[in-house]
C-alpha cells in the first residue's frame, strides 16, 4: 500500500469565545486565535453558531469570513435562521449539527435518516450556493446511507463516544468503537462521500484515527483550547500536526 496522502487539520476555535464571553468584553479574539492556528499549520478554521450564541456570535463570524486565509467550515443547526446566515457568507463549507440548548456540547450525531426529506430541501439551497454541505452524523450504516442521499458533499462522524472510552480505560469497548468507525469510513468514502472525523479527539485519539485510509480531515477544538494554556496555541496545533503527520506516514 501507497502512503496515504496529508491528512487535513481544521481548527475549531469556539471556546476561545467561551472565555470570552465568561466575562464580557472582546477578548480573548476568536479571530486572532484563528489567525495563530494557521500560522500553526491548521487547513482550516471551524466555527458553531449556536441558536443561543454562547460562544461564536455573528460578529465572529464576519471576522472571520473577512479575516481568514484558509477556508471556514461553519457548524449551525438546521434552522431557517442559520440557514439565512449561511446563504449570505457563502462559507467554503457548512456542517449541520445536532443541536439542544440545554447540552454542553454537542450529544451524538445528527438523525439524517429520520429527517431525510426536510434536510434535502435544506441541503440543496447551500450547494447551489457554492458552499460543501457535511452532515455531523454517527457511524451508523443507515445515517451514512441517508447522508449520500440528500446530497451531501461530506460527512463528519462523530468520535466522541470513541474518546470517551478511551478516556475511561475501557480498551475492549474502545476497539469495538474504533472498528465500527472506521467501517463507517469506508462506507462513507464508498458512496461517495468525503470523509471527516471529529470531536474529543486529543493527541492520542487523533493519531488512531488518522490512520483510516478514507478520512481526509481531522477537527479538533475543545482540547487544543486547553492545552494552549500550557504550551500555547501554536506550539500546541504544532504538536497535533506533528502526531498525525507520523501516524499517517507510518501506514504502509
Known sequence: MKPLGRLRLGINIDHVATIRNARGGALPDP???ALLA??????????????????????????????????????????????????????????LVPEKREERTT????????????????????????????????????????????????VELHTGHYCDLRSAGEDAAAAVELEALRKG???????????HLGHGLDYETAADVATFPEVMELNIGHYLIGEALFRGLGPAIEEMRRR????RAAIA
Open 31 to 33: 479571530l486572532r486565535a
Open 38 to 95: 494557521e500560522a500553526a499549520g491548521a487547513d482550516g478554521i471551524t466555527a458553531h453558531l449556536r441558536e443561543d450564541r454562547r460562544h461564536i456570535r455573528d460578529a465572529d463570524v464576519e471576522a472571520l469570513m473577512a479575516g481568514l486565509s484558509v477556508p471556514l467550515n461553519f457548524e449551525f443547526a438546521a434552522t431557517a435562521e442559520m440557514q439565512a446566515i449561511a446563504l449570505h457568507h457563502k462559507p467554503h463549507a457548512v456542517c
Open 107 to 154: 450529544e451524538g450525531g445528527l438523525d439524517v435518516a429520520g429527517d431525510a426529506k426536510r434536510l434535502a430541501e435544506f441541503v440543496a439551497p447551500l450547494r447551489d450556493a457554492g458552499c460543501r454541505v457535511s452532515m455531523f452524523i454517527g457511524h451508523e450504516p443507515c445515517q451514512i446511507e441517508a447522508s449520500a442521499k440528500i446530497g451531501a458533499d461530506v
Open 185 to 195: 469510513a469506508s462506507l462513507a468514502h464508498s458512496l461517495g462521500l468525503e470523509v
Open 244 to 247: 498525525i503527520d507520523i501516524a
